[in-house]
């Protein structure tokens, strides 16, 4: 069965530094989305990602963070300035219609030092 | 956003008992209501899912109600297992902001064999 997966698992920087958390959606999809996950808390929806733009964003998803498709099958999230606050789980997900159920990847813990 | 409230945020139960998790929300657009099972370090995965047009749903041992005049729908899991015990999300998705999921706070299932 396909899956999303998400590189790399775990990732550690330095705060101000940037990084970029790749995701490669199931390859028939054309909705993408990417969540994150405070340790012990609800999952939070970033940002929607449909036909090469962003379609919904959330309130958390401001000016430090973009997504980007570069290629056919590769899906990105760039934190510019990463700030302490921006630990956690970061997962991508993605769907094949906008009614349909989302298949979450297996997430990028990130630790802001 | 959408606020959704899920309770309890922990259940223990007898292996072979049943449990009940509900999910309250308060916006009557809402037409999508997955459940997502969460096991330690892991993605979340949908076990089970209903939509606004359907009022009960079940797959094996594990069943979705949906209240829409109440606003509230309930996991239902019989016969429970230990390998049932995992952190349980609900979400819902509103027919007017488009795909963006509006997870709950998470029910920490322990199943005592």
């Known amino acids: 069965e396909p899956e999303v997966t998400q590189t790399p698992s775990h990732q550690v920087t330095q705060m101000g530094q940037e990084v970029i958390l790749r995701c490669v959606p199931i390859s028939n999809h054309l909705y993408f989305y990417w969540y994150r996950q405070i340790l012990g808390q609800k999952v939070e929806f970033l940002v929607s990602?449909?036909?090469?733009?962003?379609?919904?964003k959330s309130e958390i998803f401001d000016d430090q963070f973009s997504v980007e498709r570069p290629d056919g099958s590769n899906f990105t999230l760039k934190i510019r300035s990463t700030k302490l606050e921006d630990s956690a789980m970061y997962f991508c997900a993605s769907s094949s219609s906008s009614y349909n159920e989302q298949f979450f990847g297996p997430g990028t813990r990130l630790t802001v030092l | 956003g959408e606020n959704v409230e899920q309770h309890p945020s922990t259940l223990s139960v007898q292996e072979g008992d049943s449990a009940v998790i509900k999910c309250t929300y308060s916006d009557s657009a809402s037409n999508y209501f997955p459940w997502y099972k969460q096991e330690l370090g892991k993605r979340p995965q949908l076990i089970i899912d209903i939509r606004s047009n359907v009022g009960e749903k079940k797959d094996q041992r594990i069943a979705v109600t949906l209240n829409k005049t109440a606003k509230h729908f309930s996991l239902h899991i019989t016969e429970t297992q230990p390998e049932d015990s995992a952190v349980y999300f609900c979400a819902i998705r509103r027919r007017d902001t488009g795909n963006q999921f509006y997870f709950g706070t998470g029910t920490s299932l322990t199943v005592i064999p």
């Open positions: 990602f449909y036909n090469n733009e962003i379609s919904e």
